[in-house]
């Protein structure tokens, strides 16, 4: 069994849909809210199930590792935002040594840490390679917070049977992404609303956001990703990158989002129009994921857009 943590978020159930493909049977670890979409629904208690997990309180994390037989884990819960950096910081890397030594202790093979593209924030030029030197001096949190989690892993399985693997994924939008923090979810649902002069939510209007570009990588893709690495026979790297294979600038995914009918505000395209030009190199390669368990994004960002789309209509968010 395969326990994913954080696995009522939307990049979680995603990833439960796609082990399951595999024959994998899976165990969501919920925290807070329980949801159960209809794609997992006809395997519901047959391949897949839910159970309450507290990675903060070391006590339930034991109990839910006692009650199954976990051989692997997928670790993509993080923190709540919107507490303070201190009370951030605890929950978070607490639970994840709660989970180090939980495995450490119950024979799990492989921990797949769900790392981020915010590692390279610092970096000065792209495209990103794993061996890449890294910059502590990160001004991103979630920077910090996930290179100080592939440190910790990595010292606390040394010398364990346990594999850790950190994955540093994009910036992932798609189905059931209910926060839309990131530009994609908020075009999607724009599009679907027929919104009229649309432009991002507390977004500076000023030219300098074309310079901004996003490793963009679609749910299905990131989750087709995240079970290849957790179920690959043998992995040669304790670092994978796992992105959409391109930088899309802000002017880019604008063109991209009025070509499927969104009605972008003409004032925030002329000042993205007027503006220098974009780091078009912030990417990730893919070449070790790629060589290791055959991956290759199937969407680019306007058929990952296309694809969401689809879904809207069925399945109203």
Known sequence: ??????????????????????????????????????????????????????????????????????????????????????????????????????????????????????????????????????????????????????????????????EFVAVRIGVVYGPLYHSLKNLPGQMAHAIRAKARQWRPQETELTPSRSRIANDFVYVKDCARGLAGIATAPCLNYPVYNLGGGQAVTDVMLAGVARDLGLDVDPEWMAALADGPEAANERYMRLDRIATDIGYRPRFDIKQGLEDYLAWLDHEPE
């Open 1 to 162: 069994m395969i326990l994913i943590t954080g696995g009522m978020g939307f990049i979680g159930l995603s990833t439960a849909e796609a082990l399951v493909s595999q024959g994998e049977s899976v165990l969501l670890g919920r925290h807070r809210a329980s949801r159960l979409p209809a794609f997992l629904a006809p395997h519901y208690q047959s391949a897949v199930f839910d159970a309450p997990l507290e990675l903060g309180d070391m006590a339930s994390v034991q109990q839910l590792f006692q009650a199954h037989e976990i051989h692997a884990v997928v670790h993509l819960a993080f923190s709540a935002w919107g507490v303070s950096t201190a009370q951030q910081w605890q929950e978070t890397m607490q639970g994840l040594l709660h989970l180090l030594e939980a495995a450490r202790q119950h024979g799990v093979k492989r921990i797949v840490f769900a790392s981020s593209v915010d590692v390279y924030s610092e970096a000065p030029q792209g495209p990103f390679r794993e061996e890449d030197p890294l910059y502590p001096a990160t001004k991103s949190a979630i920077g910090a917070y996930k290179q100080s989690g592939e440190i910790l892993g990595r010292f606390y399985t040394a010398g364990t049977p346990v």
